[in-house]
């Protein structure tokens, strides 16, 4: 588990046969039989939770960042944004282009430093983008001055570049000092077509309550600075999932929550009793699944793998799953991880190959090729969290949900219903996902909203397998 608050809302995936799942929906079989399942209720539901952690007044930005955090970026963006997700961020330029190539209309902040060059393109999309070295800004304001001199198309489209000033606070990895802060907004007051939007920063132990008010007081010095300088404090923020969940710093303003909102706590946070509850009702939106396509027996001593490192010591079935490291599933995991089958553990033997990993399953009599196995989620009861894998391989629960490869086809269901799907081909969405919200699956805003689907298709974006 990831903490001792979270976990009490996970549920079972729906149980029925993938491609019958599918084909209710009007959608093709998938091209290959291991998947991800993301559980767009639990996205909504758990933006919500945050949301109402936050309080009120608090403007949630959802981080969507390195694909939604496997999730999907677009799905992740869309049903946040329905969701009440007042703005998203992304680390990258080509994030928050790829976001408004399909629609998205809300505010987005890119979180780190963009090319200065690129500034101007950023700004045409409507992209926040961060100050975060004043080195860096210079030529980010240099780039845009030049682009509004010069009467080319970036000018036409774009009349306003907003920025978010990032104060370095002990993280160590971006932000001018705090006692640079009110040089910084001065230079940003003196450029035409610019607009301090946010003063920001990022804790670095959120766990550690000293150090976070050491980080916010650092933060307080910078924007007292800038209030003395005469220049308009714009909303702050300083907290993500750790900061909001922890409950020992003041939320200001604005929040950035990611892994929250994905169902998962950081480990080993110390939880207040009025954010223990909200922590218990975060759902876990990812289930990662596999059919077998060979289950095969094997005599005592015969080896399972590459290097033969797994020997059988009995009669043996072994079910060859097709999901290995190329999808993020790491060889790390070899040895010592498990999968479930017909509710119960089994487990994973010999290397993990690109494509292919094998499980043991001679203690699950019957155990064929329609069988779903989950390698992270639940099924029966039974469960496999995400901090479980995470300390197979010693690392944290981001790594594990945004290690998740982009090759692996991701099912979209709310409820029991799937809503769409990508695959290497491209999404598609529901048949009874509607624009207009008439019939469908209980769901704040579906995959690829008709709309956006339907100019997905119109700009010749290929169709899923
Ligand atoms: C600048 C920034 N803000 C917010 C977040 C979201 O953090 P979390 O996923 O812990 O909520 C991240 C994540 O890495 C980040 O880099």
């Known amino acids: 588990m990831s903490t001792t608050a979270s976990g009490d809302a996970a549920r079972d995936s729906p149980s029925a046969p993938i491609e019958v799942r599918l084909a209710a929906a009007g959608l093709p079989p998938l091209p290959r039989l291991a998947w991800l399942e993301i559980d767009q209720d639990a996205l909504a539901a758990n933006l919500r939770e945050v949301a109402r952690l936050g309080g009120p007044d608090v403007e949630v930005a959802a981080v969507v960042k390195a694909d939604g955090y496997g999730h999907g970026l677009e799905v992740a963006a869309r049903t946040f944004v329905a969701a009440g997700a007042a703005r998203l961020c992304v680390a990258t330029l080509d994030e928050g282009l790829q976001l408004r190539g399909i629609g998205v209309d809300a505010p987005i902040i890119v979180l780190f430093p963009v090319p200065p060059e690129s500034t101007p393109v950023a700004a045409a999309a409507r992209l926040e983008l961060v100050v975060g070295d004043e080195a860096g800004a210079t030529e980010a304001l240099r780039a845009w001055t030049g682009a509004m ?3 080319g198309p970036a000018r036409e489209r774009a009349s306003m570049l907003l920025l978010h000033l990032e104060i370095e606070t002990g993280l160590s990895r971006g932000g001018v000092r705090p006692e640079r802060a009110a040089v910084s907004a001065r230079r940003i007051a003196e450029t035409p077509g610019v607009r301090l ?8 132990s959120p766990e550690d309550e000293q150090a976070s008010a050491e980080q916010r007081r650092r933060l307080e ?3 007292s600075d800038l209030r003395l300088a005469g220049h308009p404090v714009p909303p702050r923020h300083l907290l993500g999932s750790g900061g909001l969940f922890a409950g020992s710093s003041p939320v200001l303003e604005m929040v950035r929550p990611g892994l929250a909102l994905y169902g998962h706590l950081p480990a080993g946070l110390p939880i207040t009793a009025s954010t223990a509850a909200s922590g218990r009702r975060l759902i876990p939106a990812m289930t990662l699944k596999a059919r077998p ?3 095969h027996e094997i005599s005592a001593g015969e080896g399972v793998g590459y290097g033969g490192t797994w020997r059988a010591d009995r009669p043996s079935r072994i079910a060859t799953l097709p999901v290995g490291y190329g999808d993020g599933w ?3 995991y070899a040895g010592r991880s498990s999968a479930l089958v017909r509710g119960r553990r089994v487990p994973l033997v010999g290397t993990v190959a690109m494509d292919a990993v094998m499980a043991d399953v001679t203690d699950v009599p019957g155990v064929g090729l329609t069988d779903e196995f989950v390698l992270l989620g639940r099924q029966q009861g039974e469960w496999i969290e995400a901090s479980e894998l995470a300390r197979l391989r010693t690392t944290i629960v981001w790594e594990v949900l945004a290690g998740m490869a982009y090759r692996l086809p991701r099912v979209y269901h709310a409820s029991a219903l799937v809503t769409g799907m990508r695959t290497l081909r491209g999404e598609a969405s529901a048949s009874w996902v509607h624009p207009e919200g008439g019939e469908g699956p209980r769901t704040d805003r ?9 100019t997905r298709r119109e700009a010749g974006a290929r169709e899923p397998a």
Not at 446 to 454: E, I, M, N, R, W
Request: aromatic share 4%.
């Open 330 to 332: 790491v060889r790390g």
């Open 197 to 204: 939007v946010g003063v920001w920063s990022h804790l670095a």
């Open 293 to 295: 396509v060979r289950v």
């Open 446 to 454: 579906p995959l690829g909203d008709a709309p956006a689907a339907a």
């Open 221 to 223: 010095a910078a924007t």
């Open 149 to 151: 001199r010069d009467p």
